[in-house]
Structure formats: C-alpha cells, structure tokens
C-alpha cells in the first residue's frame, strides 16, 4: 500500500470522495506524481493490470489440426476484462503475417471465438511454421497486460500408395483375359518389365512434399526376396517433373525362375520435413509360358483352322504349280518382345523334318510352285517360339498338334501345328 501524506484531512477526505479514474490530468500528475506500471494510480489506490497465462491445449500440433488455446487470467481488482487476440504466423514456406478474429482461412489461419467473452479461442494451423500467439486483456479502467505463448506446427507424415504395372513400352495385351490359368487367377510373367511408383494421391500431406521437384524428400527401395541374382536388372530412375518421387523398374531373369516365385520389395520415403511412411509391395509370379499358336486362316484360301480337339481336318490339297499361303495367328506370349518361327517339312518315309524357313518374325510360309511335284505329300509345320521358354515336353514329332497341359496354355493353343499336305 502507497501511504500518502497530505497537509490536512480535508484535503485526503476530499479526494477519497472521487469516483477512482485513471489520472491523466496533468494537474493531478501534479498532485500524485507517482506511476505504478502495469497498473494505473487511482484517487484512492492502485487500479492492478490483469495477470494470468495464455495456454495452448495441444502438445504436438500438425497441420490442418485445431488448437484451443485458453486465458487463464485473472483481475486482482476484480474488473470485467476484454480480450484482443491476434495470432503471427511464420510459415515453413512464404513469408510472415498476422492473423485477427475477422480473418479467413485461406489467409493462412483460422481463429474462431470458443469461450464467453473470447477468453478462449479455436485456431487451425493451416500452414506448417511456428506460430506466436498474442493477447492483450485490458481491464474496464485500461490497464492491460499482454500474454503470449509459442507453438509449432508439424508436418503430417505421408501416407504412401503404390501403383505396380507392366512397363509401358512392354506392356501386353493378351487375348485371354486371364492370360491363361484356367481358375481365373492373375497370372504375373516372372520375365516381364515391371514399373513400380508412387500413386498419385498417395500421401495425406500435401503432394508437394513428395513430388519429383522436392529436393528434400527422398525415396528408398529394399529388395526383401528373391535373391537379386534372379534378376534380370532391378534399377531405381529418376522421376520427371509432375510426378511423385523415383520409379523403379525391374524384370526377373527368365532363364533363372524355373518355378513360381513371390517378389517383395520394402519401399520408403521421407518427405524432408519430418514424415516418413514405408509400404511393402508383393508380386506373385510364375515361369514363362511357351508362345502359342492359336490356329489358321481361311478366308482367302489359305490354310484351314486348327480343330481344337483332333488333327484329323489338317489335310490340304494343293496344286503343285500354284503353291499355297499357310498362315497361323497368335495370341500375345508373355515375354512379347518378338516371337520368332520355323517352318518345317517332313516327306512321308522321312525320320524327321528339314527347316525350310528358320528364324522367321512372321507366321506366313508362302509355298513356292513346284514345291513338291504332283502325288507327293508332306508334312508341313511352323513352330513359334518366344526365344525364352523352352520347348514343351512329352511333344511327338507324330504329334500333330503340340500341346502340353502342364504349360497352363489355353486349350485352342499351341506350341506347333502340323498340316497333311497333298500336292495335285
């Protein structure tokens, strides 16, 4: 308590009998010169400022989160209190501003009112950065303390997709929708080109933080199994602008997956301002199917098609000084990187056939007149080969339509066709 000594008691009791303001008057500054900060010196005694803490609810704020912040204030002197609140926000990107209750959320913060007489306020953390938060709490004589507290907003960690296709320029397109397993299960060519990426959408960030043009974030792949000795290459490339992070290509050594096989391969990512996210990727594969012919063409009197069931029908008659097309059809093998055929002959009493045409890309054989004269008759095959697989087992050079059930082709395919043919 200021004790004030004054020449007479009626001049105390004079000023005791006065409503306490703040004094302003430079007359009365005369009188009372003392200044008590941060409160004001009344007629009477000490109007006392506010006292109390702002305190932000939330221990780890990420972005997009809503933070209740709260004034714990008090007025020694008992007064009704105002609030004025403003928020100053230093994002991760950009530069500074200032946020008050009449601002929007686009401008980088939203504050909303959340106690009576705006003691206690809700506030989104739009941007990443830190985050000071101001209150000035005057009391209804204007003396005011000001209050602030700090806080971080963090970065919310991705939350990875991962999209695995064949590689574009490999890509096939089978004629059979299931591309052969006859219980409608996918079939995944161990020898075919794999891509492996980030789908789009994939994080719960904003995309930015994964995308190509991030220098800080950072992708990471690990090869769980097979050995990488079953491969073919396995190689991370680079990304191009407008895509998320790295890809990674891959493809499995034909020649070493002699039987179904599972691929896993661990992919990680930081996006550089602390989120992190790991997804495992698993590919079942199965060795290479051989290529497979489907049958022939007849509809400009080239040879007839192939019965699905018998090679009884695989007779043709053809005049000796005219020749005959023979052409076959296909449907996309697995390795589809070019199917190659041989076309062979075997005269009757033969042991075995003769290439006539080896090493072919296309499944015609144009017979040239005088192949064989009038009376003879042949045997005459193509056989396709996709240069990877090896040949089916348990195939006949009697046989006159090569198929093997373990090869899980569908029934109308073949590995070779034979045709009966009469010269006239």
């Known amino acids: 308590m200021i004790q004030i000594s004054w020449p007479s008691r009626w001049v105390a009791r004079w000023l005791l009998s006065k409503k306490p303001v703040c004094y302003r008057n430079s007359m009365r500054r005369a009188l009372l010169p003392l200044l008590v900060v941060p409160g004001c010196l009344y007629i009477g005694g000490i109007n006392h400022a506010p006292e109390g803490e702002v305190q932000v609810e939330s221990t780890s704020v990420m972005q997009g989160d809503w933070v209740l912040i709260n004034a714990n204030v008090s007025d020694p002197d008992g007064d009704e209190l105002m609030y004025e609140w403003r928020v100053i926000v230093t994002p991760m990107f950009g530069t500074p501003h200032v946020e008050t209750l009449d601002q929007q959320a686009s401008s980088g913060v939203a504050i909303q009112p959340a106690g009576e007489g705006l003691s206690r306020i809700r506030l989104q953390a739009v941007e990443r950065g830190s985050y000071e938060v101001e209150l000035k709490v005057l009391d209804e004589r204007h003396a005011f303390r000001e209050l602030?507290?700090?806080?971080?907003?963090?970065?919310?960690?991705?939350?990875?997709?991962?999209?695995?296709?064949?590689?574009?320029?490999?890509?096939?397109?089978?004629?059979?929708?299931?591309?052969?397993?006859?219980?409608?299960?996918?079939?995944?060519?161990?020898?075919?080109?794999?891509?492996?990426?980030?789908?789009?959408?994939?994080?719960?960030?904003?995309?930015?933080?994964?995308?190509?043009?991030?220098?800080?974030?950072?992708?990471?792949?690990?090869?769980?199994?097979?050995?990488?000795?079953?491969?073919?290459?396995?190689?991370?490339?680079?990304?191009?602008?407008?895509?998320?992070?790295?890809?990674?290509?891959?493809?499995?050594?034909?020649?070493?997956?002699?039987?179904?096989?599972?691929?896993?391969?661990?992919?990680?990512?930081?996006?550089?301002?602390?989120?992190?996210?790991?997804?495992?990727?698993?590919?079942?594969?199965?060795?290479?199917?051989?290529?497979?012919?489907?049958?022939?063409?007849?509809?400009?009197?080239?040879?007839?098609?192939?019965?699905?069931?018998?090679?009884?029908?695989?007779?043709?008659?053809?005049?000796?000084?005219?020749?005959?097309?023979?052409?076959?059809?296909?449907?996309?093998?697995?390795?589809?990187?070019?199917?190659?055929?041989?076309?062979?002959?075997?005269?009757q009493g033969a042991t075995g056939f003769e290439a006539v045409e080896q090493d072919v890309s296309g499944g015609r054989f144009q017979m040239p007149p005088w192949f064989r004269m009038p009376g003879q008759e042949i045997d005459l095959r193509v056989v396709i080969s996709d240069q990877v697989g090896q040949g089916l087992p348990g195939c006949s050079d009697d046989t006159v339509l090569c198929q093997d059930a373990a090869a899980d082709l569908p029934s109308d395919c073949y590995q070779w066709v034979t045709w009966r043919v009469t010269f006239l």
Not at 224 to 241: G, I, S, V
Not at 244 to 253: N, S, V
């Open 148 to 347: 602030t507290a700090t806080f971080d907003v963090g970065n919310q960690p991705p939350s990875i997709s991962l999209l695995l296709d064949l590689e574009p320029p490999y890509k096939v397109t089978d004629r059979f929708p299931d591309t052969g397993f006859a219980d409608d299960k996918v079939r995944n060519p161990a020898h075919a080109h794999y891509l492996l990426r980030l789908k789009e959408g994939a994080s719960t960030d904003h995309e930015q933080d994964l995308s190509c043009d991030n220098e800080r974030a950072a992708i990471k792949y690990e090869l769980l199994q097979p050995a990488q000795a079953l491969f073919d290459y396995l190689e991370p490339t680079k990304c191009t602008t407008g895509e998320l992070l790295g890809r990674l290509r891959f493809r499995l050594d034909p020649t070493q997956v002699k039987a179904p096989s599972t691929v896993k391969i661990r992919v990680s990512v930081d996006d550089g301002y602390g989120g992190s996210d790991q997804q495992t990727v698993t590919l079942d594969v199965v060795p290479n199917r051989p290529a497979c012919i489907v049958g022939g063409i007849n509809g400009d009197g080239t040879s007839p098609p192939v019965p699905a069931t018998s090679g009884a029908g695989l007779k043709v008659p053809v005049v000796a000084s005219e020749g005959l097309r023979f052409e076959v059809i296909w449907p996309d093998d697995d390795v589809n990187e070019g199917n190659r055929y041989r076309w062979l002959v075997r005269d």
